[in-house]
């Protein structure tokens, strides 16, 4: 790639407003750090489902999943900024990163966190979603058959957790999958330490979608 033409993505981050357990940082400021940090784009991945929902009912649970986001666009300058998902089904304690997802999937189907991972993943194929396991070699995660899903997080930089990162990307290579890279940013620490370069600026879905399809990106690995 020639380096004046790279445009650098976020493919794994989490908000205060929206990951409400785990996220400690202000949209604002996330949006701050990655704009100095000479992001191009934000794709704003907050949990949804599973062990995240609340007994106020699906339309409560999607104004929360949605109030990081909203915000980001809302403060962002010079960005652009996706919505994403890290889904947690109800099968095991996995983890996956969903990208084109948008407000009107959730809306039409609010439960899709039950269903098992083969029939989420044949869903979100059938609508035009990608589903990348996300930091599978983490304690608690599950290895799942490689077939199932569009790829793996090869590169999860959260500095708390031990990814394992060096296996993941030897288990992808060995089963032909696609890596992708996030820095999983829950903390200030963790800001703006993965994701990806591509050629193409990524300002939508359809142009994430695919640069994801065509490989036509490296990983920043920081």
Not at 10 to 27: D, F, N, Q, Y
Request: proline share 4%; charged share 20%; glycine share 6%.
């Amino acid at each position: 790639m020639n380096p004046s033409h790279i445009y650098k993505t976020e493919m794994h981050c989490h908000t205060m407003e929206s990951s409400l357990r785990c996220g400690k940082v202000p949209v604002k400021e996330i949006v701050k750090i990655y704009e100095a940090a000479g992001y191009d784009t934000l794709i704003i991945t907050d949990h949804f489902g599973g062990k995240h929902v609340s007994d106020k009912g699906s339309e409560y649970d999607l104004q929360v999943f949605l109030e990081g986001y909203r915000t980001a666009q809302a403060c962002s300058k010079n960005m652009t900024i996706l919505l994403g998902m890290e889904i947690n089904l109800l099968e095991n304690k996995n983890d996956y990163l969903v990208y084109g997802i948008t407000e009107d999937i959730i809306r039409k189907f609010p439960k899709m966190y039950e269903l098992t991972i083969n029939d989420f993943c044949d869903f979100a194929h059938e609508i035009g979603l990608s589903v990348y396991q996300a930091h599978p070699f983490r304690n608690g995660m599950t290895i799942i058959p490689p077939v199932i899903v569009d790829g793996i997080e090869g590169f999860n930089a959260h500095p708390r957790h031990d990814s394992r990162n060096s296996l993941a990307m030897a288990w992808a290579e060995l089963y032909n999958k696609k890596t992708i890279s996030g820095s999983d940013a829950h903390q200030l620490p963790d800001m703006a330490r993965g994701g990806i370069m591509s050629r193409l600026k990524i300002t939508n879905n359809h142009e994430l979608l695919t640069v994801l399809t065509n490989c036509d990106y490296s990983l920043i690995t920081l």
